[in-house]
């Protein structure tokens, strides 16, 4: 009968399933010494210079462009493409000798009249990070070796912008090449391969043969490979598929370690409230500063920690991060968890039996439970927390519309005193939608923009204690993200970015 | 049968078309801020405008989809706003390791469905039973569990397979091999089951056939009974599932993809989607909308060809 051959069919099948597994057997693991493989979280956006981001996206843009400036893993700038400069005594004209015997990978030369078309475009275009050069008036080139440029006012966080997208240096000829976006014509260290490359998915990076700065090119090979969740890149990393990566999730870290990796971990952010309407414009009872107080006193930001963010970070009270100048460590726990305490500062502001706060809310990237826990911590003191849920993008248009007068998010820290004011602190900054301001914030802020190093640092202490002690934010913790690499690669991370800069991984020494 | 074929053709057409502009429609009414959605919280208000003019995002939406509608005609459906890769080239590269891993699935499902369905039609007993049950488990369990069960095991403690990624083919064949196997294995799973199921009550069905009888008792043998006739009838209907499941698997690639990381349509329909890269979603319906109609249009034409009466129907 047939059954009795059925089983030899069978198996035959079975073969065809098990013939991969004798053939796998024979293959060998992903990285080898000359090859870096990347686990990265974000795809390039574009490669045109004038519009690249920064932070995930930065690996993209060193791979292939060289900037002006470079910054330590401490954010001290060094000479990179310009090998000098000087300011005037008002801070408002930057002069900078540029490195001779540069040339992009398409032949042409590199010098100040590419530096100011690179600076002009980057300052027109539309990088997330386009607002660097908004104090720049104007870039010349004196002569081929020669760049001036004049700022509209002192920007004491210039320097370190031309270290980032903002000092990108492009072959202009690129620009007009319909392939602009996706195919890059930099002087790097690397040169995109495009023939190897998937694009959203994979990137592929060969040496530039004839880099200027060989002792910085570490690898022949480069392969960034675009993860989109925290299951994907842990199997990739217990699988060795990767040698270093930035991880989506600290859950993962004891498997990370049982992998042989070595946990970098970065806090980059701050999560909590942001009491935007200090003036009491929206929401009346935020205008006084013993409510803000009170709010500040409702949290159990260890408890919160735990919660939100798995343990995983550093319970604060203050915005500066811990390598800014104005970090003080005494204001990480200027406020207590002190309901009790809370409730007589909201009497004390004629508010014994509460109020009701508007927010918004974004539970598809916080969650629900975020959200709760807030709202259960204020409702202990008395505050009604009503949600307004947004999706995507929407939020930031209702929050700097200005909509609410309040919200929850994880904001970056930024190192540099001005770069943070200018982000969360100065009138006009994008995340001072109410524009706050008075005339002690004002003068600390004139110093930090004005002032020698050390007055700055001064001032931006002093900044830093007011806005604690005036209660302007209710931050819960710094939260930890985490830069993982395997036994072969040595790291060295980068303060305020979330990736370590490309030249500070490198092979270990064995 | 040139009639039929042309009027499912302009079904088709019609369908596409009803299809891309309520998605257009959709797409654009959820799109919400779409400058801030690209560039982040960290841009300024100017920045994300300039970002907005750029995109045209200013112009009425019926103009902008006017607009996307005659450049889609010429095959050109923009790029992508987040990547700034043209879209028809995005898609155009990773169709192919798609539909690596959806034929891989069909021809897979279909040796397999074959093998297990007639063993357990002409065995019976334990064999068919224990094919039973696995049919059970194969609807039962999900594919992306057991997508994740094939990494732990087979790439991750057995290192017999990577655990993600994608080699090309024509790179290195033993790499694809070990990139497409668990994929194609954890897509095939469910439809195996459900085929040889259906091959098994075909063949079952088939050899209680009067003419199944008449050709034994005129000495046929057993080989060419099953090979030659009983297979070629219960063959129909076993391959209508599959054709069928052929458009299944294209929604089960994308968690495949997924859970392997594989650059594929599925991997970019949901980074897309959820970024809200509204050029390349629109790309991604007009390809998946017209691979649907060609695949269901050739079920047709296959139908119509095995039984006249569906033509006329």
Not at chain 1, 43 to 64: C, H, I, K, L, R
Not at chain 1, 362 to 371: L, S, V
Not at chain 2, 70 to 79: E, I, Q, R, Y
Not at chain 2, 271 to 281: F, Q, Y
Request: proline letters at 5%.
């Amino acid at each position: 009968m047939f059954h009795r051959k059925w089983p030899g069919a069978a198996a035959g099948a079975a073969l065809v399933l098990v013939g991969p597994l004798v053939l796998s057997a024979c293959g060998g693991s992903a990285g080898s010494s000359t090859t870096l493989t990347l686990g990265v979280i974000a795809p390039a956006t574009t490669f045109e210079a004038p519009d690249m981001n920064w932070g995930n996206e930065s690996p993209y843009n060193q791979a292939v462009y060289d900037s002006l400036v470079q910054a330590s893993p401490a954010g001290v700038i060094e000479p990179h493409l310009a090998t000098a400069w000087s300011y005037n005594a008002a801070r408002t004209v930057l002069t900078m000798t540029l490195r001779t015997g540069v040339t992009f990978t398409d032949g042409t030369p590199f010098n100040a009249s590419v530096a100011v078309k690179n600076l002009e475009a980057f300052q027109k275009g539309t990088s997330n990070n386009a607002s660097d050069l908004v104090n720049m008036a104007s870039a010349t080139a004196v002569s081929p070796t020669e760049l001036m440029i004049r700022l509209k006012q002192p920007d004491p966080a210039f320097l370190t912008y031309l270290g980032e997208a903002a000092g990108s240096q492009e072959s202009p000829k690129a620009w007009s090449s319909p392939t602009a976006a996706t195919v890059p014509v930099g002087s790097g260290p690397y040169e995109l391969d495009s023939k190897a490359t998937v694009v959203g998915s994979s990137y592929a990076f060969t040496a530039n043969p004839n880099y200027w700065d060989k002792p910085e090119q570490h690898y022949s090979k480069i392969v960034m490979n675009v993860f989109t969740s925290a299951t994907t890149v842990l199997d990739a990393i217990e699988g060795g598929q990767v040698n270093a990566a930035n991880t989506f999730d600290n859950t993962t870290i004891p498997q990370i370690q049982n992998a042989g990796f070595t946990v970098y971990p970065l806090q980059l952010n701050w999560a909590g409230l942001s009491l935007f309407d200090r003036n009491g414009t929206m929401s009346g009872p935020l205008g006084n500063v013993k409510v803000r107080q009170a709010i500040n006193d409702a949290f159990d930001r260890t408890a919160l920690l735990k919660d939100m963010s798995d343990g995983y970070g550093s319970v604060t009270t203050q915005i500066f991060p811990t390598n800014s100048p104005g970090y003080e460590s005494s204001l990480n726990s200027y406020y207590s968890f002190d309901p009790a305490k809370a409730k007589q500062l909201l009497a004390e502001a004629g508010y014994p039996h509460g109020f009701t706060l508007d927010m918004p809310s974004i539970t598809a990237a916080f969650g629900e439970a975020t959200y709760a826990l807030i709202q259960a911590e204020l409702a202990n003191i008395g505050i009604k927390v009503n949600y307004t849920d947004y999706q995507g993008s929407t939020i930031f248009t209702a929050i700097l519309a200005p909509k609410y007068p309040a919200t929850y998010f994880t904001l970056e820290e930024d190192p540099i005193p001005w770069q943070l004011a200018e982000f969360i602190l100065t009138k006009d900054a994008t995340f001072n939608p109410f524009h706050s301001t008075n005339s002690t914030v004002a003068g600390y802020l004139d110093t930090i923009q004005t002032g020698s190093s050390a007055q700055a640092a001064t001032a931006a202490k002093a900044l830093n204690e007011y806005v604690v002690q005036n209660a302007w934010f209710a931050p819960f913790f710094r939260p930890q993200s985490s830069f993982v690499a395997d036994s072969h690669t040595s790291v060295v991370v980068q303060a305020g970015n979330a990736v370590p800069y490309l030249w500070n991984i490198k092979p270990k020494e064995s | 049968m040139l009639t039929f074929t042309v009027r499912r053709l302009l079904y088709g057409v019609v369908l596409l078309f009803v299809i891309v502009t309520l998605a257009y429609l959709l797409l654009y009414a959820a799109a919400g801020d779409v400058g801030r959605t690209i560039l982040g919280p960290t841009a300024t208000q100017a920045t994300v405008a300039l970002k907005n003019q750029q995109l045209g995002l200013n112009s009425p939406l019926i103009s902008r989809y006017f607009s996307w509608l005659g450049h889609a005609l010429t095959g050109d459906f923009g790029s992508s706003w987040f990547t700034n890769q043209p879209v028809k080239t995005a898609i155009l590269t990773r169709l192919q390791v798609t539909l690596t891993l959806v034929f891989g699935a069909v021809i897979v499902s279909a040796v397999l469905s074959a093998v297990l369905g007639v063993w357990a039609a002409l065995r019976g007993g334990w064999v068919d039973r224990i094919i039973q049950v696995f049919s059970v488990l194969g609807f039962a369990v999900p594919g992306f569990l057991i997508a994740v069960f094939l990494v732990r095991i087979f790439a991750l403690q057995l290192h017999w397979f990577k655990p993600t990624g994608y080699v090309q083919m024509t790179y290195y064949f033993g790499g694809w091999l070990r990139t497409v196997t668990l994929p194609v294995i954890a897509l095939s799973i469910g439809l195996v089951a459900g085929v040889a199921q259906q091959v098994r009550s075909s063949v079952i069905d088939a050899l209680r056939q009067d003419w199944v009888r008449t050709l034994r008792s005129r000495g046929v043998s057993e080989r060419s009974v099953l090979f030659k006739h009983v297979l070629r009838n219960a063959g129909g209907p076993a391959l209508s599932v599959l054709a069928l499941s052929f458009v299944g698997l294209l929604g089960g690639a994308v968690i495949i993809e997924q859970v392997f990381g594989i650059p594929g349509l599925g991997q970019v329909a949901v980074l897309a989607t959820s970024e809200g890269d509204v050029p390349l979603v629109m790309g991604l319906v007009v390809a998946i909308g017209v691979i649907v109609i060609l695949v269901n249009l050739a079920i047709d034409l296959l139908q119509g060809f095995l039984n006249p009466k569906a033509r006329i129907s």
